[in-house]
């Protein structure tokens, strides 16, 4: 928590909806893009990004070296994430036609794996013509808020952990189960029981 950083003035207004199936949309004032001032720049094992705009962008770049950089599809699809791993959604990417190098537009040459979520498909790691795919985990769905960071969570857990990618999506797409099928974003009892068994 170090690189916390608390700005004054009030917190903009944020509204979330949510239709009859669930599905959430959040509305929130615009916001100051500022990063913290002081961002890490060694011993950074990690560094995954879900950050809207570009400030983030020559930082990711500068960490691309030192670390394993994780990062969310940019909103609309658009801005540069230079990363290694590169998480969508399927439903993100729309009508693209060759996902492949779409997703080395958005990220480099560098990226190794475009990991797409496909709900209850499970998800799939793609390289080139490579494709890797995970069967979603059973569960009866209670509730998909934080699902993505949950599934996020597990992807990079495994591939820090030393996983080949076939475990970590594994991995990822149990982790987004428990997240779905507890009425809370916080982890559940569950998971953590689960997280206690050698795996």
Same mark, same amino acid.
């Given at each position: 928590?170090?690189?916390?950083? &608390?700005?004054?003035?009030?917190?903009? %207004?944020? =509204?979330?909806?949510?239709?009859?199936?669930?599905?959430?949309?959040?509305?929130?004032? +615009?916001? &100051?893009?500022? !990063?913290?001032?002081? =961002? +890490?720049?060694?011993?950074?094992?990690? !560094?995954?990004? $879900?950050?809207?705009?570009?400030?983030?962008?020559?930082?990711?770049? *500068?960490?691309?070296?030192?670390?394993?950089?994780?990062? *969310?599809? +940019?909103?609309?699809?658009?801005?540069?994430?230079?990363?290694?791993?590169?998480?969508?959604? &399927?439903?993100?990417?729309?009508?693209?036609?060759?996902?492949? *190098?779409?997703?080395?537009?958005?990220?480099? %040459?560098?990226?190794?794996? =475009?990991?797409?979520?496909?709900?209850?498909?499970?998800?799939?790691?793609?390289?080139?013509? %490579?494709?890797? &795919?995970?069967?979603?985990? +059973?569960?009866?769905?209670?509730?998909?808020?934080?699902?993505?960071?949950?599934?996020?969570?597990?992807?990079?857990?495994?591939?820090?952990?030393?996983?080949?990618?076939?475990?970590? =999506?594994?991995?990822?797409?149990?982790?987004?189960?428990?997240?779905?099928?507890?009425?809370?974003?916080?982890?559940?009892?569950?998971?953590? $029981?689960?997280?206690? *068994?050698?795996?």
């Amino acid at each position: 928590c170090s690189h916390v950083e &608390r700005f004054g003035g009030e917190t903009g %207004e944020l =509204l979330i909806l949510v239709d009859s199936t669930g599905e959430r949309t959040i509305l929130r004032r +615009p916001r &100051r893009p500022d !990063l913290p001032g002081d =961002l +890490p720049s060694e011993g950074v094992d990690c !560094l995954y990004v $879900n950050y809207p705009g570009t400030a983030i962008i020559g930082y990711m770049r *500068q960490m691309l070296g030192k670390s394993f950089v994780v990062a *969310q599809y +940019p909103k609309g699809g658009q801005a540069r994430r230079p990363c290694h791993v590169l998480v969508a959604s &399927r439903s993100d990417l729309g009508e693209v036609d060759d996902l492949w *190098q779409h997703a080395r537009q958005i990220a480099g %040459e560098q990226l190794a794996w =475009l990991v797409l979520t496909e709900g209850k498909a499970g998800a799939v790691a793609i390289h080139g013509e %490579e494709q890797v &795919r995970v069967a979603a985990r +059973p569960v009866s769905v209670v509730d998909t808020t934080g699902a993505g960071d949950a599934f996020a969570g597990g992807l990079i857990h495994g591939l820090a952990r030393g996983m080949a990618i076939r475990e970590a =999506l594994q991995c990822a797409v149990d982790w987004g189960a428990f997240a779905v099928a507890s009425e809370s974003s916080i982890p559940s009892s569950a998971l953590k $029981n689960w997280l206690k *068994q050698p795996h």
